[in-house]
């Protein structure tokens, strides 16, 4: 059974950094493309990163677009996201998965908390 663990979410002040990870089981991670999505209080989960399987083109939401940084590391079986110049509007709890119909069962995700 996969499954996907979420951590290194916390609180934080507006500008400040947090690095999230992602450590799959169940499966070979390096086959996947992997997303990391996050659904903030009354919103729908929304995309903000993927990675392709080794890692060359990614994908990120305008919104996140020079702030945050993913990478993986296959050998781990672990998803990253370096979250820099953080805002109140990233509040929200983070979760990743394999993207599209590869998608799996949701972990519990991580919450992270900007505070202005």
């Known amino acids: 059974q996969v499954q996907l663990v979420e951590s290194g979410g916390g609180l934080v002040q507006a500008g400040g950094s947090l690095r999230l990870s992602c450590v799959v089981s169940?499966?070979?991670?390096?086959?996947?493309?992997v997303g990391w999505y996050r659904q903030a209080p009354g919103k729908q989960r929304e995309l903000v990163a993927s990675?392709?399987?080794?890692?060359?083109?990614?994908y990120y939401a305008d919104s996140v677009k020079g702030r945050f940084t993913i990478s993986r590391d296959n050998a781990k079986n672990t998803a990253y996201l370096q979250m820099n110049s953080l805002k109140p509007e990233d509040t929200a709890v983070y979760y990743c998965?394999?993207?599209?119909?590869?998608?799996?069962?949701w972990g519990q995700g991580t919450q992270v908390t900007v505070s202005s």
């Open positions: 998965n394999f993207l599209a119909d590869r998608a799996v069962s």
């Open positions: 169940g499966t070979i991670f390096s086959l996947y493309v």
């Open positions: 990675i392709t399987r080794g890692g060359i083109t990614n």
